[in-house]
């Protein structure tokens, strides 16, 4: 098996889990309604399908257009160059970007479900109690939703252990460098070698049925009953 | 005898769902009772006051200079005008509210339900929490989850919530002895009182329980539709309704 491939997985993975954490829980929260009873439904619901996009596109096509509006032929992606001194494309920060982009609806569909069952009779009476909204998020929606987070952590996490389409258009095939699982079992069987295809592919399902053994089991905790 | 000073004055001009609020109270009573039928709009009444109902408009809500301000000095910086129309969020007012549902933590002990408020508020008041506990007789369910607790404790539960919220300038009531049997609430309305005017609390409650509004003998709002029909003393306001449950036990 490709160590390399395997150990750049696992990174690609962990580093697109704690990014779309820290960025879905927000949007998560606001797309569920519970950041404010004065939000409009219209604007939730555009960017609840926006965020489901990913579900129903060919990798390819996210794939493709980041990297086309990543590189230097467009103002975002010259922007990006000038800042940071590269391109994103073939590159590990680029493969975290894609990833982000392609495993939102995994982080972000969860946490909203999580924070839709919160009852917004809990809420209110926590703000009556003199709970800023932050503390509300805090001390009640944050200990309600866990199962929620710990579903979309490993969800994303297999997810993106996964993922090839969008890896293979925006970081190429560089050894240790852009060369994912997904990527190298493609390899290994371009070069007829399926002994080592196979042992990969045995990993991949490993992982991904240990991540969703976990999901179901953490799914059936009725820890966020309300009384 | 001149009329005693209002400690709370408000003006609710809304829609909620089909029922259009239009009503101007003055409270002065220690207690005062917003009795009607349910669907009448007392509860979205108290919503309103705590600043649950985002699209309502309250005009003209204000204390009475001797009772000082309803909201604290922080909180009025908060407040943004819109001509007469306040918008203070809930948490910035110094109001007590118990919901007609309890809606307890559902992560939270019996405890650390009615500790909630005062583990907010700088410095932390324990002492509260622990006379509320006892209040409500609470002490020997402290330790329980809310899952484990029969209806009317989960609503003892929610009222001493309510009391052991730190510097509150008025209190709410939502049906507050639902669930609760008879001898236990003739036996916590005096107390409740004493608790509350020991702190100088004026408390709204709603109800459309005959009987509980005059064993409270507060002050009386009898609402229908969304309207004020008549505004007195219990006993008084309420003895229609008191001569036909004399006339129903005949």
Same mark, same amino acid.
């Given at each position: 098996?490709?160590?390399?491939?395997?150990?750049?997985?696992?990174?690609?993975?962990?580093?697109?889990?704690?990014?779309?954490?820290?960025?879905?829980?927000?949007? =998560?929260?606001?797309?569920?309604?519970?950041?404010?009873?004065?939000?409009?439904?219209?604007?939730? !619901?555009?960017?609840?399908?926006?965020?489901?996009?990913?579900?129903?596109?060919?990798?390819?096509?996210?794939?493709?257009?980041?990297? +086309? $509006?990543?590189?230097?032929? !467009?103002?975002?992606?010259?922007?990006?160059?000038?800042?940071?001194?590269?391109?994103? =494309?073939?590159?590990?920060?680029?493969?975290?970007?894609?990833?982000?982009?392609?495993?939102?609806?995994?982080?972000?569909?969860?946490?909203?479900?999580?924070?839709?069952? +919160?009852?917004?009779?809990?809420?209110?009476?926590?703000?009556?109690?003199? =709970?800023?909204?932050?503390?509300?998020? !805090?001390?009640?929606?944050?200990?309600?939703?866990?199962?929620?987070?710990?579903?979309?952590?490993?969800?994303?996490?297999?997810?993106?252990?996964?993922?090839?389409?969008?890896?293979?258009?925006?970081?190429?095939?560089?050894?240790?460098?852009?060369?994912?699982?997904?990527?190298?079992?493609?390899?290994?069987?371009?070069?007829?070698?399926?002994?080592?295809?196979? !042992?990969?592919?045995?990993?991949?399902?490993?992982?991904?049925?240990?991540?969703?053994?976990?999901?179901? $089991?953490?799914?059936?905790?009725?820890?966020?009953?309300?009384? | 005898?001149?009329?005693?000073?209002?400690?709370?004055?408000?003006?609710?001009?809304?829609?909620?769902?089909?029922?259009?609020?239009?009503?101007?109270?003055? *409270?002065?009573?220690?207690?005062?009772?917003?009795?009607? &039928?349910?669907?009448?709009?007392?509860?979205?009444?108290?919503?309103?006051? @705590?600043?649950?109902?985002?699209?309502?408009?309250?005009?003209?809500? @204000?204390?009475?200079?001797?009772?000082?301000?309803?909201?604290?000095?922080?909180?009025?910086?908060?407040?943004?005008?819109?001509?007469?129309?306040?918008?203070?969020?809930?948490? @910035?007012?110094?109001?007590?509210?118990?919901?007609?549902?309890?809606?307890?933590?559902?992560?939270?002990?019996?405890?650390?339900?009615? &500790?909630?408020?005062?583990?907010?508020?700088?410095?932390?008041?324990?002492?509260?929490?622990?006379?509320?506990?006892?209040? *409500?007789?609470?002490?020997?369910?402290?330790?329980?989850?809310?899952?484990?607790?029969?209806?009317?404790?989960?609503?003892?539960?929610?009222?001493?919530?309510?009391?052991?919220?730190?510097?509150?300038?008025?209190?709410?009531?939502?049906?507050?002895?639902?669930?609760?049997?008879?001898?236990?609430?003739?036996?916590?309305?005096?107390?409740?009182?004493?608790?509350?005017?020991?702190?100088?609390?004026?408390?709204?409650?709603?109800?459309?329980?005959?009987?509980?509004?005059?064993?409270?003998?507060?002050?009386?709002?009898?609402?229908?539709?969304?309207?004020?029909?008549?505004?007195?003393?219990?006993?008084?306001?309420?003895?229609?309704?008191?001569?036909?449950?004399?006339? &129903?036990?005949?």
């Amino acid at each position: 098996m490709d160590l390399a491939a395997l150990g750049l997985t696992l990174r690609l993975a962990t580093v697109t889990t704690l990014c779309l954490l820290i960025l879905g829980t927000p949007l =998560a929260y606001w797309i569920a309604g519970l950041a404010s009873a004065k939000t409009r439904t219209l604007p939730r !619901r555009i960017a609840q399908a926006a965020v489901a996009l990913p579900l129903v596109l060919p990798p390819t096509v996210l794939g493709f257009y980041l990297l +086309v $509006w990543l590189g230097p032929a !467009r103002a975002p992606g010259r922007a990006l160059i000038h800042l940071i001194g590269h391109p994103l =494309a073939f590159t590990f920060s680029g493969l975290v970007v894609g990833s982000v982009l392609y495993s939102l609806p995994f982080a972000v569909q969860p946490l909203v479900l999580a924070f839709s069952h +919160v009852d917004r009779n809990l809420t209110d009476v926590a703000s009556t109690l003199g =709970a800023s909204p932050l503390t509300v998020f !805090r001390r009640v929606v944050l200990p309600l939703s866990r199962t929620g987070f710990l579903t979309a952590a490993i969800l994303t996490f297999a997810h993106t252990v996964g993922e090839f389409g969008v890896v293979l258009m925006l970081g190429g095939d560089i050894p240790g460098l852009t060369r994912t699982l997904s990527i190298s079992i493609f390899d290994q069987v371009q070069e007829l070698n399926y002994t080592a295809a196979d !042992r990969t592919a045995l990993a991949l399902v490993a992982i991904s049925f240990l991540a969703l053994l976990l999901v179901y $089991w953490r799914a059936s905790s009725p820890e966020t009953a309300v009384v | 005898m001149s009329n005693p000073a209002p400690h709370f004055q408000l003006s609710l001009n809304t829609d909620v769902g089909a029922i259009h609020i239009d009503v101007t109270l003055t *409270f002065t009573a220690p207690w005062t009772i917003l009795f009607g &039928a349910s669907g009448s709009g007392k509860s979205t009444i108290l919503r309103a006051i @705590c600043g649950l109902l985002p699209n309502a408009r309250i005009f003209s809500a @204000c204390a009475a200079p001797e009772g000082g301000a309803l909201f604290a000095e922080a909180s009025v910086k908060a407040v943004e005008l819109d001509g007469n129309y306040m918008r203070v969020p809930p948490h @910035c007012r110094q109001i007590a509210y118990a919901p007609q549902q309890p809606a307890l933590f559902p992560h939270l002990t019996v405890r650390d339900n009615i &500790a909630f408020s005062s583990s907010l508020h700088q410095p932390a008041n324990p002492q509260l929490a622990e006379e509320a506990l006892s209040l *409500f007789e609470l002490h020997k369910l402290s330790h329980r989850s809310p899952a484990k607790l029969s209806g009317g404790e989960r609503q003892r539960v929610n009222l001493a919530r309510a009391f052991a919220r730190p510097d509150t300038r008025l209190m709410l009531l939502d049906e507050p002895f639902t669930g609760l049997d008879l001898r236990l609430r003739d036996q916590l309305i005096p107390r409740m009182q004493q608790f509350l005017a020991a702190r100088s609390i004026p408390c709204i409650s709603v109800t459309h329980d005959v009987d509980e509004a005059l064993l409270l003998d507060a002050e009386v709002f009898r609402i229908d539709s969304g309207r004020i029909l008549a505004h007195g003393p219990a006993r008084t306001i309420l003895a229609d309704e008191r001569t036909r449950l004399l006339n &129903a036990l005949r």
